[in-house]
């Protein structure tokens, strides 16, 4: 098997805070495979956003401490220097993020934008830039590239605006797509654009995606391979049949539960997992999911379940239970009208 | 653009309109003000107060009165002082270019030091370096112009005068620019700096709160994320953004000092400007060169803040100019 494109082994992201130190990440290993698209979710808070930032080391609180490595392409990211990083931003690895409103800077045209991105990058003669970058507004699929290049980002309306900051990722043709919450500042209409556009054009450029949500439902129709993370860990992983057929973590259920399903009664719709997660300052013995779990048992409040294959190649999932009692429970909790006229 | 620049025209017609007659009412409102009886001298007659009354017009109606010094401010430009019976408009067309010199020098001085000190504060974020700026430019913002003034004048004439330090200081005073420009620089380097000192602080604690703010943009993530270097994030970005507060306030800190707002610093430099013309003129309570002053002093504010309108809206492209 060929090498993977992005190793991240052990991760661990802490913040130095009046408070104490905050473990926002915790011990994460996964890796990407080049033009893979992997989803990560989990609810707000759970180290989505920190871990991907952190593999393009944009963080800048001077408060933070790293452990572990992240490697690219046979690269330690950790490792390089600022100037080496800043080659792989942008050109190897793009991101782009929740709030296309803010995103963008509101004192420049869009096309001054890109062509920033892309002379960074590369050596282009005068004129060359700009085509380039009305080539890209096109390709994301903006009417008028050629007036439309010379507006503000005040001028265009969210969805257009998040059209932008893809263009902008994808100038350099990067092997890595980061996208933090791309759609969930946006409508739902132009949620659905948005993540066919992503599709499409992950088809088109052959870049590997990171698509992080904390809707399971956005990473349904893209992700090959699905990250559930919980409290700075990863308590389940698998491939998108594993996910969503047979998941093995409570949680993941609980994440299930809460998509917006058009099969379910109104009332029965959104029901978000119930209670807060645990503090990432002074995390609990055992199971960090045990406060809010209907499943918990003794074990779970001992003993911290390790992230392990259970079921099947590639399906990993940290939770006690037993995989005949997962199944049994996982029915009446993720659809309680079918257990209930079973 | 052609709209707005006619719009604010008319608008600052209509401002210094109001302005000089609210002026023109309060003079006439305060008690004990006869322009008459001042000119007249001591224990005059009553003839000769009636002669004055006429020949200044002191005698017609208000409204006629007010359209008189506005002929004679305006069109004829021959008006006279109350106070020195001399001509008005040439004494502030000579005090207009010792404020001017005055202010502008010291504003470069200010914009770039401030920009200076604001920015490695704001990049020195974390070291010793930040704190020990702020608490300087917190200096510089509390010390009294007037006494900073009187303790550069005293070490630069007085007693260090005679050391090779300040040996070339000349005499305080005003040499117009356009008659020896050295000495010109010469003379005002030392107002220059003491007017700016102020501002610096002052200036540099707002820019280095503004990068600040600006540095936890999403758009500043964006261009980091672009792989920019550490300088073009900052100047490009951070600094870009974050001059829009500064430009605005300057333009009326600016307009204010040109107006006369520099009165101490004129007052301690021996600087015949606008300000010390103003101060002289309201002491005095003569109407002729205060409403001069005043108008003055209000074209440059309205100007300025027309300025600032337009590079505001350039600074700032989601700012329309309606
Ligand atoms: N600079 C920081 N200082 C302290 N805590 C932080 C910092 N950045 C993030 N965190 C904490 O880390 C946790 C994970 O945040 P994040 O990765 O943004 O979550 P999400 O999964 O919603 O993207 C949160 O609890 C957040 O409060
Ligand atoms: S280990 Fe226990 S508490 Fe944690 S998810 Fe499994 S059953 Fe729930
Ligand atoms: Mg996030």
């Known amino acids: ?342 | 653009m052609l709209a707005f620049i006619v719009r604010r025209l008319l608008w600052m017609a209509l401002v210094l309109f109001a302005i000089s007659v609210l002026v023109f009412l309060i003079f006439f409102a305060t008690p004990g003000v006869d322009p008459a009886r001042q000119m007249a001298g001591r224990n005059p007659s009553a003839e000769t107060i009636k002669s004055i009354k006429h020949e200044f017009g002191l005698d017609r109606s208000l409204p006629v009165r007010y359209g008189l010094m506005m002929k004679h401010m305006f069109i004829t430009r021959d008006l006279i002082s109350y106070g020195s019976h001399t001509r008005v408009i040439p004494e502030i067309t000579s005090a207009a270019p010792v404020t001017l010199s005055l202010v502008f020098g010291a504003a470069i001085i200010w914009i770039v030091f401030s920009i200076l000190f604001g920015v490695a504060a704001a990049v020195l974020r974390g070291t010793v370096f930040d704190p020990l700026l702020m608490i300087l430019a917190l200096i510089g913002i509390s010390i009294p112009v007037f006494w900073l003034g009187e303790v550069v004048n005293l070490i630069t004439q007085s007693r260090l005068h005679d050391s090779f330090l300040f040996s070339w200081v000349p005499p305080l005073g005003y040499t117009p620019l356009t008659q020896d420009p050295f000495m010109w620089f010469k003379q005002l380097i030392f107002p220059w700096l003491t007017l700016s000192v102020l501002y610096i602080g002052f200036y540099a604690r707002v820019l280095r709160a503004n990068l600040i703010e600006t540095e936890s943009e999403d758009y500043i993530r964006t261009a980091r994320a672009k792989g920019l270097s550490e300088r073009r994030v900052l100047f490009r970005h951070t600094l870009r953004t974050s001059m829009i507060t500064f430009v605005s306030l300057f333009g009326l800190d600016f307009a204010v000092l040109v107006g006369g707002g520099a009165l101490l610093t004129e007052v301690v430099f021996g600087l015949p400007g606008v300000g010390l013309l103003t101060f002289n003129s309201l002491t005095a309570l003569d109407l002729p060169v205060i409403m001069t002053t005043v108008i003055y002093a209000a074209f440059f504010i309205t100007l300025a803040s027309a300025l600032v309108d337009l590079v505001y809206a350039w600074l700032d492209p989601r700012v329309r100019l309606a």
């Not at chain 1, 892309?118 to 890209?136: I, P, V, Y």
């Not at chain 1, 809010?292 to 779970?300: L, N």
Request: aromatic residues 4%.
């Open chain 1, 1 to 342: 098997m060929a090498e993977p494109l992005l190793e991240v082994r052990d991760l661990k992201v802490s913040f130095r805070t009046e408070d104490g130190i905050v473990r926002a990440v915790d011990g994460i290993s996964f890796t990407l495979d080049e033009g893979e698209v992997l989803g990560i979710v989990g609810e707000s808070g759970s180290g989505k956003s920190v871990t991907m930032m952190t593999v393009m080391r944009l963080i800048t609180d001077p408060n933070v401490i790293y452990q572990g490595s992240i490697i690219y392409k046979g690269r330690d990211l950790m490792g390089l220097s600022r100037d080496a990083m800043r080659e792989v931003r942008g050109e190897e690895i793009a991101m782009i993020f929740q709030d296309p409103m803010t995103s963008l800077n509101p004192v420049y045209t869009v096309g001054w934008q890109i062509e920033e991105q892309l002379n960074e990058h590369n050596d282009l003669k005068k004129g060359q830039a700009r085509r380039r970058a009305m080539e890209l507004l096109a390709q994301v699929g903006i009417p008028k590239p050629e007036q439309r290049i010379d507006d503000y980002p005040h001028q265009f309306s969210g969805g257009m605006r998040q059209r932008v900051m893809i263009a902008l990722a994808l100038s350099c043709n990067p092997d890595l797509l980061i996208a933090d919450e791309p759609t969930t500042a946006l409508d739902v209409t132009i949620q659905a654009q948005i993540l066919e556009l992503i599709k499409n054009l992950k088809r088109e450029f052959g870049s590997a995606v990171v698509l992080i949500t904390h809707d399971l439902g956005v990473v349904a129709d893209v992700a090959d391979r699905i990250l559930v993370m919980y409290a700075g860990r990863i308590v389940e992983e698998g491939n998108k049949e594993q996910i969503f057929y047979d998941p093995q973590h409570p949680y993941t259920w609980g994440l299930l539960g809460s998509i917006a399903r058009l099969d379910r009664p109104r009332a029965r719709r959104l029901t978000a997992i119930a209670g807060q997660p645990p503090s990432l300052i002074n995390r609990p013995q055992g199971c960090s999911f045990r406060t809010r779990c209907p499943q918990a048992f003794d074990r779970c409040r001992a003993e911290d379940p390790q992230l392990t294959a259970k079921v099947g190649d590639g399906h990993l999932d940290a939770c006690h239970l037993s995989v005949e009692d997962k199944r049994e429970r996982r029915d009446k909790t993720i659809n309680p009208e079918l257990a209930e006229t079973a």
